[in-house]
């Protein structure tokens, strides 16, 4: 069909596209949907499986920090001081040095430390000070998997922690519930990241709806707790109350564990 036939066939009223090209054009559209599908699976897999241990630790960390061992003070000095440490610590640690520089540090798609050790044995291999890199990066794989050992027991035990707090007669059910936990979450974990993501992601979406609501609700109570994420506050704790302040960042560091 030449140009001009395709000109004056597109002028007729009720003019029907050429089969190969409504084929072309369903395809394209179905495929649209297909990565749109994809991408919000991904998102709320993502959620369930990243966000969800992001989200959680500051919770346990926040009740440690004041009820702990060591416990502070429940004044604004102590409140603020260790809400902007939390915050500044995620910025810090998450957002600048994991989100921005070490996922551009990838070995064929893999992060973490076993990836970055991968990239020095193949970029520094046979140097004078590769064996000190080499020795940092096997320290760095053994904090990993201490950090991948105690955090689903930590973050879980500080979720049914809250339940003593509540109704202190229901203390001796914590450590059976957290291990009847425990042993469910490895049993389903054997049947692919995949499957876990997709069970979790729900479940954590509400759990944020229903944070960020009570979050909301407290921050118009008390409007003024949104001047504690200026990062002087955490300064002023250390100049104030430098030795528990200390004591305290053990505790507080506790919120990027995730």
Do not use: C
Request: net charge negative; glycine share 12%.
């Amino acid at each position: 069909m030449t140009e001009a036939t395709r000109e004056d066939a597109s002028d007729l009223p009720g003019n029907v596209p050429a089969p190969g090209e409504a084929q072309l054009a369903a395809g394209h559209h179905g495929h649209g949907e297909h990565n749109h599908g994809g991408v919000l699976k991904l998102a709320v897999g993502a959620i369930g499986v990243v966000f969800g241990d992001i989200g959680t630790s500051p919770l346990y960390a926040m009740r440690d920090t004041f009820a702990g061992h060591h416990p502070l003070p429940l004044d604004q000095l102590h409140v603020f001081g260790i809400v902007s440490l939390m915050f500044w610590s995620m910025m810090i640690i998450v957002t600048l040095k994991y989100v921005t520089i070490i996922m551009r540090a990838d070995n064929k798609g893999e992060g973490g430390s076993l990836a970055l050790l991968a990239l020095i044995n193949q970029n520094v291999s046979g140097k004078a000070w590769s064996s000190g890199i080499v020795l940092l990066g096997v320290f760095a794989t053994a904090l990993f998997y201490g950090d991948s050992m105690i955090t689903p027991a930590v973050s879980v035990l500080g979720a049914f922690e809250g339940l003593a707090v509540y109704e202190p007669g229901l203390e001796r059910a914590v450590v059976p519930l957290v291990v009847g936990v425990l042993f469910f979450l490895f049993f389903i974990q054997s049947r692919g990241t995949a499957k876990v993501a997709a069970f979790f992601g729900p479940i954590m979406l509400m759990y944020f709806a229903v944070i960020s609501v009570l979050g909301l609700m407290s921050i118009i109570s008390m409007p003024s707790v949104l001047m504690a994420l200026s990062p002087h506050h955490a300064v002023t704790l250390f100049v104030a109350d430098p030795f528990r302040g200390f004591l305290a960042m053990g505790s507080a560091v506790l919120a990027v564990t995730g």
